[in-house]
């Protein structure tokens, strides 16, 4: 506004201020139209008395978020039976991260694909868990393979419809074409795959399963950038 006001007081005429996306004039001004532009940000750093501006901090979020958790991860499996949940919160912070640092905030599509990387990693490293289960259960560490026992495949089943539902609804959001929703329907049946197929008392089994999720990573990798 105080700006505004000094265009005007000093009968400036050459000069046009946009409030929104300048990439949104992209496709509207003529070339060589202009001589001179200048791009403003907003302030990264909050101020007392600019606590009413809207910043861009998802970026710094994420960040602040994924130290914290990289820091309390190592000590889950003391304290809780879910320590894969912890790992999948964790380890999967970088879809916010990447969306906060191209987009300047974090979006709704980007917390589906979040919550579908939770669920997916509650999913395989449960499978993954189940090697070491008998030697957890000695030194007393804990895990979802421990805690669900005889219903990891209930929940293992559940983990994973979850996390392609995530995937679906942040593409369906996103409004993403066809391609993306056929390489995310393969991913599903691979999680399908392993749910059918693994063996969760023979650790050859549990190791095969969770090294298929190197190519279904590559397949939802694939499906959002492509």
């Known amino acids: 506004a105080m700006l505004l006001g ?53 970026f710094g979020i994420a960040v ?14 003391r304290v809780t039976w879910y320590p894969q949940f912890v790992l999948g ?29 939770v669920f997916w990693t509650l999913g395989y490293d449960t499978i993954y868990a189940h090697q070491d289960k008998h030697d957890d259960a000695k030194i007393g560490v804990k895990s979802t393979a421990l805690r669900l026992g005889k219903n990891t495949k209930t929940a293992v089943t559940f983990f994973y419809a979850m996390a392609a539902m995530s995937w679906m609804l942040a593409a369906a959001v996103n409004e993403a074409d066809s391609a993306c929703f056929a390489l995310l329907i393969l991913a599903a049946l691979g999680l399908l795959w392993q749910i059918k197929t693994v063996n969760l008392e023979d ?15 590559w397949l939802v990798f694939a499906a959002f950038i492509l």
Request: charged fraction near 15%; proline fraction near 6%.
């Open 6 to 58: 000094k265009i005007r007081g000093a009968g400036v005429t050459n000069l046009w201020l946009h409030p929104g996306d300048v990439r949104d004039l992209f496709d509207v001004l003529p070339d060589a139209c202009l001589s001179k532009v200048f791009l403003n940000y907003p302030d990264p750093w909050p101020k007392a008395r600019h606590h009413r501006r809207r910043f861009v901090i998802g």
């Open 64 to 77: 602040a978020v994924s130290l914290v958790l990289v820091a309390t991860y190592p000590l889950a499996k």
């Open 89 to 117: 919160i964790t380890f999967n912070i970088g879809a916010l991260m990447g969306w906060a640092a191209v987009r300047g905030t974090i979006e709704f599509p980007a917390l589906l694909l979040y919550a579908g990387g």
């Open 203 to 217: 650790a050859v089994s549990c190791r095969k399963a969770f090294a298929s999720n190197i190519h279904l990573g």
